[in-house]
């Protein structure tokens, strides 16, 4: 019997996501020391090579359909999701925090529910629009504390808008995936997006802008733990969510890696929580709750 027979395949889903969010939410804190000492563009193509050979294990017995439509989707996924998508947010990275990083993220769902919304024509039930409220309104708690007064536009650095930026086109990336997941294995999926984009993005690093190939024996082990786990396994189980959820419930579960993102900074960073993102979380976990019930299904119209 195997994992979908006993457990279902949307528990599953649910359960991918959650996993997804745990790991992704590392990546933040594993990549904020490295991004001073290692070129960001460098950095992401090692990263997304790295996960392309975790994945291929997985992947090696697994057939891509040939046809023009899953090529153009392949290649679209690479270059939003494994080449600009990651080159924005290293960069970005150089300045922000990894907490900030980390709340920065939670526009990923923000833009994949309203593409999903847009070019999918998904809709929420009731309860379902509850839930994203909730979800959202942590989000925002959680990213201003809720003190709007002091705020000014220029505040913001360019930096911060590359964070902002990424995840926007990882929002497409997350809906020409659910696309491509139906038809296609996962895990073949993401190693030949990561197999892609890792080598455009070695090429430009390297060739393009002359990075050296140097990397400081004591970067390597948070290297291979960010492209092993931070983005080879955790891509793989958002994929799996989203073939059995639809990208709205994946992406607002897989939201929760803003959460993890600020423990792991606070214990391994010094990085300071304040009780306004503590409250957010608990709202946004409460969001998830309603939005795993029945009366929140999603159904297109």
Known sequence: ??????????????????????????????????VSTVNPLLLSSLIYLIAAATLTPLAQKQSFQN?????????????????????LFFVGLTHA??????????G??????????????????????VATALILAGMIIVTTDLNF???????????DMLLILSMLFWGIDNNLSRILAQKINVAKIAQIKCVIGGSIMFVIAVFGFG???????????????LGMVGFAASLYF???????????????????????GLVAASVFLQEQISWFQIVAAGIMIFGIYLMNRKESLINPV
């Open 108 to 129: 990923e769902v923000f833009f994949s529910v309203l593409l999903a919304m847009i070019f999918f024509k998904e809709r929420l039930g009731k309860i379902g629009y």
């Open 1 to 34: 019997m195997d994992l979908t027979q006993k457990y279902g395949s949307q528990r599953l889903g649910y359960l991918f996501a959650i996993l997804a969010a745990v790991m992704f939410g590392s990546v933040s804190v594993l990549a904020k020391p490295l």
């Open 211 to 225: 990075v050296p190939l140097f990397i400081e024996p004591s970067e390597i082990p948070p290297i291979l733990v």
């Open 97 to 106: 925090s990894a907490s900030d990083a980390a709340l920065i993220a939670n």
């Open 238 to 260: 958002f994929l799996q969510s989203l073939k059995r959820i639809n990208t709205v419930r994946t992406v607002l579960i897989f939201s929760m890696s803003s959460v993890f």
């Open 67 to 87: 046809t023009k439509k899953n090529y153009l989707l392949i290649l679209a996924i690479s270059i939003c999701g494994a080449v600009i998508a990651p080159s």
């Open 149 to 159: 007064s002091d705020f000014t536009l220029q505040q913001l650095h360019y930096q």
